[in-house]
């Protein structure tokens, strides 16, 4: 059984995706992600034996690469993917509340049954990350690191400290940041987030 969980947000996207919906949207890392990467290294080096799982979409990849080495073994995981924003794909909020404002009313109240408009549920969205967090506890590793995206580790914090999927905006996570839960008979403990220390200097 998984006794810590290691979440990793990939790396920075660059200046065109700032303040935009990025989820299925496949682009790679910025210079600067490739730079915050290389600067993980030093913290996934010494974690010989832990079950490695990475989003199959490319900026994942990418960090996982860059911060193991192309020699590492790592294990794609489909459930770890961002959530599908559909048609709000790759625009900034200013722009989704211009052309849909009452959808963005009904994500705003976090609607169980919303759906972004030919994207994904939110439901849905956290069923996948639920099967993922169960299959993360009873792992045999006793150390697990996810590399994902910042929907998604947001809402690991939340299951595993049983905490409601709303409280998931309470959480920053920037990209190429450390967040850890120490896990007890499936349930956790928090004891890093949104660590950005190795990135400085």
């Known amino acids: 059984m998984a006794q810590r969980l290691i979440l990793i947000r990939h790396g920075d996207l660059g200046e065109s995706c700032r303040g935009c919906y990025i989820g299925r949207t496949d682009v790679p890392?910025?210079?600067?992600?490739?730079?915050?990467?290389?600067?993980?290294?030093?913290?996934?080096?010494?974690?010989?034996?832990?079950?490695?799982?990475?989003?199959?979409?490319?900026?994942c990849r990418e960090t996982a690469?860059?911060?193991?080495?192309?020699?590492?073994?790592?294990d794609l995981d489909d459930d770890l993917r961002e959530i599908d924003f559909g048609r709000w794909e790759g625009m900034s909020f200013a722009e989704v509340a211009a052309a849909d404002p009452a959808a963005?009313?009904?994500?705003?109240?976090?609607?169980?049954?919303?759906?972004?408009?030919?994207?994904?549920?939110?439901g849905?969205?956290?069923?996948?990350?639920?099967?993922?967090?169960?299959?993360?506890?009873?792992?045999?590793?006793?150390?697990?690191?996810?590399?994902?995206?910042?929907?998604?580790?947001?809402?690991?914090?939340?299951?595993?400290?049983?905490?409601?999927?709303?409280?998931?905006?309470?959480?920053?996570?920037?990209?190429?940041s450390i967040s850890e839960i120490r896990i007890e008979d499936g349930r956790g403990v928090l004891t890093r987030v949104n660590d950005t220390h190795h990135l400085e200097g």
């Open 65 to 74: 690469g860059i911060a193991l080495g192309a020699g590492a073994t790592l």
């Open 29 to 59: 890392l910025s210079a600067e992600g490739r730079r915050q990467a290389a600067a993980l290294a030093g913290e996934l080096g010494p974690l010989n034996g832990a079950h490695i799982l990475c989003s199959p979409l490319l900026r």
């Open 124 to 176: 849905a969205f956290r069923e996948r990350i639920g099967a993922a967090a169960g299959r993360i506890a009873d792992d045999p590793a006793g150390t697990v690191v996810a590399i994902t995206h910042g929907g998604a580790i947001r809402l690991f914090i939340c299951r595993f400290l049983g905490l409601d999927y709303r409280q998931y905006l309470l959480f920053d996570v920037r990209p190429a």
């Open 104 to 122: 963005v009313d009904r994500w705003a109240a976090l609607d169980e049954d919303f759906a972004f408009p030919g994207g994904e549920g939110i």
